[in-house]
T-cell receptor
Framework: AQKITQTQPGMFVQEKEAVTLDCTYDTSDQSYGLFWYKQPSSGEMIFLIY??????QNATEGRYSLNFQKARKSANLVISASQLGDSAMYFCAMREGPFFISNFGNEKLTFGTGTRLTIIP | DADVTQTPRNRITKTGKRIMLECSQTKGHDRMYWYRQDPGLGLQLIYY???????NKGEISDGYSVSRQAQAKFSLSLESAIPNQTALYFCATSDSNRAPLHFGNGTRLTVT
């Protein structure tokens, strides 16, 4: 089974609208971390937001928020008031714990296949 | 200047050639990683290192080797390049296994 599933290969959204990018994950660990990265057409990977499995509040960073539903194993990224510069590939990723020890499982960041977001002016 | 610098940015090489991709960082992080990105497959971990004496294989290490020359430098080698190693390669750093990865700008490698 895929560890990280992003079911939307591509999305088109009107500028200034909010957009939700879906991410579901599969793990049997109680301790894990979820990350979202943005990859513009220039190719670099930009960290956006992090959610720990034990965090009680949904993470927010400026216009980005993470809709974390632990029981459903989903960690959707919400971008409010989208801008043309938001057009990019977006990747959801997971690290599995426990984090107080270090092993391959919790060093490896497992990525989904990404969602290409296009903002329409 | 970028915190994580990869050289070269682009490289075209022929099948069978040995090539090295280099990565240096100024973030002071102990953990360094090499990832490979193929279209439609996300990123896959090749190797990772905690320090100059601790290097570990990732999920797709066959055909690759690495060297951690210093805390700030981590290079990836393809001993005998093959066309299916054509990909975008990323170096990344982190200061803990809870923290996000900080990526370099990537090296686009084409093997003909």
């Amino acid at each position: 089974a895929q560890k990280i599933t992003q079911t939307q290969p591509g999305m088109f959204v009107q500028e200034k609208e909010a957009v939700t990018l879906d991410c579901t994950y599969d793990t049997s660990d109680q301790s894990y971390g979820l990350f979202w990265y943005k990859q513009p057409s220039s190719g670099e990977m930009i960290f956006l937001i992090y959610q720990g499995s034990y965090d009680e509040q949904n993470a927010t960073e400026g216009r980005y928020s993470l809709n974390f539903q632990k029981a459903r194993k989903s960690a959707n990224l919400v971008i409010s008031a989208s801008q043309l510069g938001d057009s990019a590939m977006y990747f959801c990723a997971m690290r599995e714990g426990p984090f107080f020890i270090s092993n391959f499982g919790n060093e490896k960041l497992t990525f989904g296949t990404g969602t290409r977001l296009t903002i329409i002016p | 200047d970028a915190d994580v610098t990869q050289t070269p940015r682009n490289r075209i090489t022929k099948t069978g050639k040995r090539i090295m991709l280099e990565c240096s960082q100024t973030k002071g992080h102990d953990r360094m990683y090499w990832y490979r990105q193929d279209p439609g497959l996300g990123l896959q971990l090749i190797y990772y290192s905690f320090d100059v004496k601790d290097i570990n294989k990732g999920e797709i290490s066959d055909g690759y080797s690495v060297s951690r020359q210093a805390q700030a430098k981590f290079s990836l080698s393809l001993e005998s390049a093959i066309p299916n190693q054509t990909a975008l390669y990323f170096c990344a750093t982190s200061d803990s296994n809870r923290a996000p990865l900080h990526f370099g700008n990537g090296t686009r490698l084409t093997v003909t």
